[in-house]
Every structure is written in structure tokens, then in C-alpha cells.
T-cell receptor, first 113, second 117 residues
Framework: DTEVTQTPKHLVMGMTNKKSLKCEQHMGHRAMYWYKQKAKKPPELMFVYSYEKLSINESVPSRFSPECPNSSLLNLHLHALQPEDSALYLC????????????FGSGTRLTVV | AQSVTQPDIHITVSEGASLELRCNYSYGATPYLFWYVQSPGQGLQLLLKYFSGDTLVQGIKGFEAEFKRSQSSFNLRKPSVHWSDAAEYFCAVAPQGYGGSQGNLIFGKGTKLSVKP
């Protein structure tokens, strides 16, 4: 299995809702990432998990809460989002050191209404 | 500061013509180098990567890239473009020994490729 699977593919949520994005990989990668991508922009790093521990938080607002329950799963819990949080959320994984590059999922298109 | 520059925001080529997308980086040491492609609304697909060794790297879909240390460049090329190549292309770098807390991908702003029939 050489894929990163993200669910759901599309999500519409109100500003008072709580929702979660899910990411799964079975490549044995021990680093996993959340990126946010706005239209016509490159991806921006949000969080990095290394060996299931949060190692980088790029000053992301607390309404985004990441979780890594095990080495194959990465979640992003969403609460009280703003319309400007609407974006494509990408998950990626990589080997701990060196390796074959980052593998990206196809993303979750999030719309906050 | 570490940075990646893709000087062309938008390029249009005719189908069957050759293509070169430019990428320059600013980094303290030779980083790992990547080219990714993204179709509208999709994730990023890795085209090719350079870690070390031969400076001409072959990738998927007929793409190749050449690493030139003296110019801090990693340009992407394809000899004959197909209509299905129309997409956004991102150059990215990562520090050697990347992964987890040791670093992460730094992306250029991207180049949009349009293909004329």
C-alpha cells in the first residue's frame, strides 16, 4: 500500500459545528503532517507528528486540534471554525529520516458556512 | 532564510512542444529537492526527487529534472507535453535528514501549466 487516504473528501460545516478529518497510511512512515492549502497558493504546514508525538505546531489556532492515535492514523479535530478556514486540507507522511519523499493524500475540501 | 523561487506563475505551451519549469532555491546546504504536480482540487503527486548522485533525475510521466549546484537550480523538463499535463507544478525542498522534527517541506509558489491544442 503506497497511499495516504483522507476522509471525507468534502465537508461543509457551520461555525458552531465540531467535525474531524481523518488520514490513514500503511507504509510504515513514522512522520505525518497536516497542511492547509488555499486556492492558488502552495500548501502551508500546520502540524508535524513524529513517532506519534507532536513535534511541530506552526502557531495554528486552537480551533484546530490534531491527534495521532497510532502510527497509521492522523486526525484533525475542528471546532468553532471561521469562514476563512475554508481550504483544502492535505495530509502527508514520510519516513523518519531520509526516504522516498513525502506522500500526500488527495485532501479534504472544507467549506465553513 | 530558506526559500524556493518559481519565477513563472503561468506558462502556456502547445501540445507536443517541449517544456521547462524553473526552480531556484536558497539554502544553507544542498537540500533534498522535489517536484510535485497538482490537478485542480486534488492532492499532490510526486513527480521526481533528488537526494544525491546523478544530477539528472528521471521521474514519472516522462518528466526529468536537472540539479545544478552552481546555480542552485532544479529545473523540470519534458520533451513533448500532452494535454493531460495541464496542472499546477510545485518545486519543494527539505533539509537533508528531514522528517519529523528535523524539518519539513518548503514549497515554491507554484507554476500553472496550460496546454494549447
Amino acid at each position: 500500500d503506497t497511499e495516504v487516504t483522507q476522509t471525507p473528501k468534502h465537508l461543509v460545516m457551520g461555525m458552531t459545528n465540531k467535525k474531524s478529518l481523518k488520514c490513514e497510511q500503511h507504509m510504515g512512515h513514522r512522520a505525518m503532517y497536516w497542511y492547509k492549502q488555499k486556492a492558488k497558493k502552495p500548501p502551508e504546514l500546520m502540524f508535524v507528528y513524529s513517532y506519534e508525538k507532536l513535534s511541530i505546531n506552526e502557531s495554528v489556532p486552537s480551533r484546530f486540534s490534531p491527534e495521532c492515535p497510532n502510527s497509521s492514523l492522523l486526525n484533525l479535530h475542528l471546532h468553532a471554525l471561521q469562514p476563512e478556514d475554508s481550504a483544502l486540507y492535505l495530509c502527508a507522511s514520510s519516513q523518519r529520516t531520509g526516504g522516498d519523499g513525502y506522500t500526500f493524500g488527495s485532501g479534504t475540501r472544507l467549506t465553513v458556512v | 532564510a530558506q526559500s524556493v523561487t518559481q519565477p513563472d506563475i503561468h506558462i502556456t505551451v502547445s501540445e507536443g512542444a517541449s517544456l521547462e519549469l524553473r526552480c531556484n532555491y536558497s539554502y544553507g546546504a544542498t537540500p533534498y529537492l522535489f517536484w510535485y504536480v497538482q490537478s485542480p482540487g486534488q492532492g499532490l503527486q510526486l513527480l521526481l526527487k533528488y537526494f544525491s548522485g546523478d544530477t539528472l533525475v528521471q521521474g514519472i510521466k516522462g518528466f526529468e529534472a536537472e540539479f545544478k549546484r552552481s546555480q542552485s537550480s532544479f529545473n523540470l523538463r519534458k520533451p513533448s507535453v500532452h494535454w493531460s499535463d495541464a496542472a499546477e507544478y510545485f518545486c519543494a525542498v527539505a533539509p537533508q535528514g528531514y522528517g519529523g522534527s528535523q524539518g519539513n517541506l518548503i514549497f515554491g509558489k507554484g507554476t500553472k501549466l496550460s496546454v494549447k491544442p
